[in-house]
């Protein structure tokens, strides 16, 4: 047979618009769908055509935006823009200094924001990455290895172990075929394929038993197959189309904070335009109202809030390295503290990603794992069929490797003390009728002494028709098939894969036509039920999530059973819950959907697409969202989460590269301790602002309300800078160093849509800057009244140190700061002291005192001083006294 030629060919469905149902086509149907010879392959005049026509089969990838145009996105935050007209402002008010610290924090935080952007760039790379580079074809009668990018649809691709599938194939032909599929599926299970067609056109991708899809990993057999999707129409292309077409999600704190710099750019603005026109009508120079408008602007914007928001998510960052969490994105650190729900893969994340035997079960007794075997019958007979009937092998290293079924019954049996290698010395194989997915069954036949041993293990419902005895104690007994059912359901229902394992004698090895009769008349020895086991340390973890105000959910491409039993081992799900599929998921509409979302804790079966879906109707509901995962399956739905957390060790690079944060040892219960540091880090960037506006908000009460009162201007603009560089800077920066609250995981998540300022942190704003410059305007009256000549010099400091004993006083916003110790933060304490040397020094060094319009102060009037700025920390520690019983700011 020869294949079509170019002219006579029927049409070929482009890769874009092929049908979704290859699998339920029989070898001869799909041949003739893809134009192609099943013997010969395409022509190479064929060939060259489609390539032309449907381009190459690779993943396609958006252009990458210039380096420039990267460094320019980072310039276009309304917050950096104030920031740089305030740089502009300072430089005309002549403090170069000033402009010259904003300008370094506006770059600093550019360069972040690059660096950023270009690692997320690389997540379509490794995606790419994961195609295999060639790929053994069949075209006009020959084999012929070429690029696995120029496949086309109808070549015809031959594969063996070790192989990566290089496209989308419908397999023609297979011998003991099987697949990993994990990365695409989400099961720890190989699949066994076969080239029988399906009737079923909806089947879900892991029940494609003819399909071998991109990017998989073929552990066993040969097999030949058609392609028959390349590039982006293949399974691993659309979760790249997904991936590219899903937007990232802005963090909380960057929402926050757009919001916040926006209204106090233009709250500032409106403030000193109306100081500037009031300073006029009372006949104030033009020049001097000016300089201290502007003074007055760049004071009252937090210049240093970006690089407090930077550091403290950077030290945090470094924290969590030393815990096995690696932020890639630094706002993520801040994300985990909002977090509400947290959608868990099973396989590998909650799971050690190994299939181990749980539980046997024979005619005299069930033994779950970590029981002392018996060395009776049956229990002999069955270990020996495990160590025998196996393909697994060890090496000299210890080492087990092969399918991970058959890797667990070895070292089941291993451990059992039957060793395989010392059992086939006088046990050889001598026959075997594979396994496949029609039988779903396998049978080894052993020479013995004077006989030979056939064993058989498989599905309970393929192997017990064909036994009619079962073994016990004493030998053959009679068999209850309907009791080993019985046993078989319960085992299945617990999330166990169960096996049937038995045997038969024969005085001689029957001829090869007559094979078959192997399988007849059989002993069944046991069941066997297997699982892949939950992590140690993950029931821990989901509970002090559960504390913590956070849902765990668990999303996985296993089946419904296994996954509702692992859910419910790790307290997931109660007894009361119930697993929904990918089927059911495809059934409902969206509105339908979200009303069911608030109820379901399991999903089982579902695809790529599906788990974006079951992401979005959770934030449609208002819940924050974090996603962990390690496959390919996963990338997309890590990218639409509000933050990814992808597996270090065991997981993909594209899950690594579209996610926030990567766990370093795969541990789940590393989550936890990442929700606590971002709780501290949100705790620590509330602390700045309110340390910081409320400061900002008190220079500006005393400049507008200082004429109200009939004082004179109090403070010049060199004085406002100063106390704007000083109080933002060090005590501020020190702050993000602030240990977390007691009973921060004891708190639920913080209500998505809340305002920053929330808790009665607006009114601490508007209360203690008023507070502020109540004490201020206070000295300033005391002093003229007096006739002290040092009048603005005693403002200037009282504003000054009465910032820093606020500072003090809000390290906590409950807690009494001799609860909290005076030195449990030693980078504060260290800061408030240098904050007050450099004030001294501005006062007391004759150099320094043109510089800054200021005379030394008596001992009296400093005393004076200190004293009005410690009525400020008493006030807030009145407040907080206040907060624990009850009485202020309850929600």
């Known amino acids: 047979m020869s294949p079509p030629s170019s002219s006579s060919k029927p049409a070929v469905s482009s890769p874009a618009s092929r049908p979704p149902d290859w699998h339920t086509l029989d070898a001869g149907a799909v041949a003739e769908r893809a134009a192609t010879d099943l013997d010969r392959g395409l022509a190479a005049q064929e060939a060259a055509a489609r390539l032309l026509r449907d ?19 980072q310039f276009g935050d309304f917050m950096i823009l104030v920031l740089m007209a305030a740089a502009v402002v300072s430089g005309i008010v002549g403090d170069l200094k000033d402009t010259l610290a904003i300008v370094v924090i506006v770059l600093l935080n550019a360069l972040i924001g690059f660096v950023q952007e270009a690692r997320a760039e690389r997540a379509m790379a490794a995606l790419k990455k994961m195609a295999a580079t060639s790929a053994a074809v069949i075209r006009a009668g020959e084999r012929q290895n070429l690029p ?99 937007e990232d999600m802005k963090t909380p704190l960057q ?149 991970p079924t058959e890797v667990a019954l070895y070292l089941a049996a291993l451990e059992a003390g039957h060793d395989k290698r010392e059992l086939e010395v006088a046990a050889a194989r001598v026959f075997e009728l594979p396994f496949d997915s029609e039988r779903k069954r396998m049978t080894t036949v052993h020479r013995q002494p004077s006989f030979f041993l056939a064993f058989t293990k498989g599905a309970p419902e393929s192997v017990l028709p064909l036994c009619s005895a079962a073994l016990g104690p ?28 038995a045997r038969r004698h024969w005085p001689a090895l029957p001829a090869a036509e007559d094979s078959h009769r192997l399988e007849d008349g059989l002993v069944l020895i046991g069941l066997v039920g297997l699982i892949d086991p939950p992590r140690p340390e993950a029931r821990d973890a989901v509970m002090q999530c559960r504390s913590a105000g956070i849902t765990p959910v668990m999303i996985t491409g296993d089946h419904a059973a296994t996954a509702l039993a692992i859910a419910r081992d790790l307290g997931i799900a109660s007894g009361e819950d119930r697993a929904v599929t990918g089927a059911e998921l495809a059934a409902m509409d969206d509105e339908a959907f979200r009303r069911l979302v608030p109820q379901v804790k399991v999903y089982a079966r579902v695809d790529p697409a599906q788990k974006i879906r079951i992401v979005e ?16 399956n996963d990338a997309p739905a890590l990218k639409r989460a509000d933050i990814g957390v992808a597996m270090g060790k065991g997981g993909t690079d594209v899950a690594r590269e579209a996610s926030s944060l990567v766990l370093l040892d795969d541990n789940f219960a590393t989550i936890v301790g990442a929700v606590r540091e971002g709780r501290r880090i949100f705790d620590n960037i509330r602390k ?27 403070l010049l603009p060199i004085h406002i800078l100063w106390i704007n560089l000083l109080t933002d800077g060090l005590p501020g920066l020190a702050l993000a160093a602030e240990p977390a609250e007691r ?103 004759p150099f320094l005192n043109p510089v800054f319009s200021t005379q030394p102060l008596s001992w009296q009037e400093l005393l004076f001083c200190l004293l009005l700025s410690a009525v400020v920390f008493a006030v807030v520690e009145v407040e907080k006294w206040m907060v624990r019983r009850g009485w202020l700011y309850q929600t």
């Open 148 to 246: 696995a990018h120029e496949l086309v649809v109808g070549d015809l691709v031959h594969l063996e172990a070790g192989n990566v599938v290089p496209a989308d194939l419908r397999l023609v032909d297979a011998a003991q075929m099987k697949l990993d599929e994990s990365l695409l599926t989400g099961e720890a299970v190989t699949v066994e394929k076969s080239a029988q067609h399906l009737p079923a056109a909806d089947a879900p991708l892991g029940d494609r038993r003819n399909m071998a899809f991109k990017g998989t990993t073929v552990t066993n057999g040969r097999a030949r197959g058609v392609v028959v999707a390349t590039g982006m129409a293949t399974e691993i292309g659309r979760i790249a189309g997904l991936l590219d077409s899903t």
């Open 688 to 714: 700045f602002i309110r340390f910081a506006m409320s400061g900002n908000s008190a220079e500006i009460w005393v400049i507008f309300l200082a004429p109200f009162l009939g004082l004179p201007i109090p």
């Open 55 to 73: 381009g190459p089969n690779q993943l396609r990838e958006k252009p990458p935006r210039s380096v420039l145009r990267m460094l320019a996105d």
């Open 474 to 501: 004493g030998g053959e007994q009679p068999l209850d098939r309907e009791a080993v059912l019985e046993t078989a359901r319960r085992m299945a229902e617990r999330g166990l894969r169960v096996l049937a394992v």
């Open 617 to 632: 109707a959770l934030q449609a509901r208002g819940e924050y969202v974090a996603m962990t995962g390690d496959g390919v």
């Open 255 to 403: 929402k926050r904070l757009t919001g916040f710099g926006k209204r106090l750019g233009l709250a500032v603005l409106a403030i000193c335009a109306v100081i500037f026109a009031v300073g006029l009508l009372r006949g104030e120079p033009v020049v001097l109202m000016f300089l201290t408008a502007v003074s007055l602007a760049v004071a009252a914007i937090p210049e240093a809030l970006p690089a407090v928001v930077t550091i403290s998510l950077a030290l945090g960052a470094r924290k969590m390295v030393r815990q096995n969490a690696l932020i890639r994105r630094l706002p993520a650190v801040e994300t985990l503290g909002s977090v509400t729900c947290i959608c868990t893969d099973k396989t590998g994340t909650l799971t050690q990603n190994r299939m181990r035997v749980e539980e046997i079960s024979t005619a005299v007794s069930t033994l779950r794992q970590g029981s002392e075997a018996p060395a009776l019958e049956p229990w002999s007979s069955l270990f020996a069929a495990l160590a025998l009937s196996n393909d697994a092998s060890r090496d000299h290293n210890g080492m087990t490797t092969g399918d």
């Open 743 to 845: 009973g921060i995981m004891r708190r639920p998540p913080r209500p998505p849509a809340e305002s920053i300022f929330a808790h009665g942190m607006w009114q601490h704003i508007v209360w203690v800057g008023l507070a502020i410059a109540g004490v201020t305007l206070f000295a300033q009256a005391w002093a003229i009244q007096s006739g002290s000549a040092h009048w603005q010099t005693m403002v200037f400091t009282v504003l000054t140190l009465s910032q820093m004993a606020h500072v003090l006083a809000i390290r906590s916003e409950t807690e009494s700061l001799f609860r909290l110790g005076l030195f449990s933060n030693p980078l504060l304490l260290g800061a408030v002291l240098l904050t007050f040397l450099l004030q001294m020094a501005t006062i007391y060094l």
